[in-house]
């Protein structure tokens, strides 16, 4: 199994998943920069967080330019799994591949800390071996972690299964008072109807290795390997 780690300029998450994917998993993994166009042979394609074609006069065009989009369209339109960390989810909201916006944090800061987060749902591959009733401890940090979208897409998205996580204490507790990006209803990561294309705020490569006592970003990598 190859996984591929899509990269944009500025983008610098990719060596931390790449440390992850082989040295803790043996997995084979594939830089893919952002004017490639070739997706062959790739399992599994990632979307690291970072700051996607900093710099640019305009991020947003940076990203729809890319060579890479349309075949990244056209890899996760043929049922191949597709996940956004961070910033990656960003790019799969303003491609469409994912229903939603992110906006800039509530607090118009950028927020670096750890945080924590309950599974909504258990049928999804990066969820299946997660606890409904436990809090991950994940880190996050990003500036543009605010998920937004309407209440009759997010009715939809109740109904399909397509929440993920929520922010919550250590407790697994969901309040507003604990919401770190104000994220409508808490939300830190969603998936799209077909179930294939993912997103999440939080970065679980960052919480693998038990540096501080904390391995838990860890459990969210098993699940997806028993799918593979």
Known sequence: MTFGILIFPGAHGDKELKRVLEGVY????????NRETDLSGIDILMIPGGFPC?????SSKCIEESPVIDSMIDYAERGKILIGIGNGFRVLCETGLVPG?????????FICRNTYIK???DNT?????LSGDKAYRI?????????AAKEETLVHMRHREQILFRYCDETARISEGINVTGAVDNIAGICNERKNVFGLIPQPERAVFSMGGNSDGKAIFDSLMEYM
């Open 26 to 33: 043996g997995k084979k993994v594939r830089p893919v920069w």
């Open 54 to 58: 900093k710099g640019s006069s305009s």
């Open 101 to 109: 916006t992110m906006r800039m944090n509530k607090s118009q800061r």
């Open 119 to 121: 599974p909504d749902n």
């Open 125 to 129: 591959v990066i969820t299946r071996k």
């Open 139 to 147: 880190p996050i940090a990003t500036g543009y972690g605010r998920y």
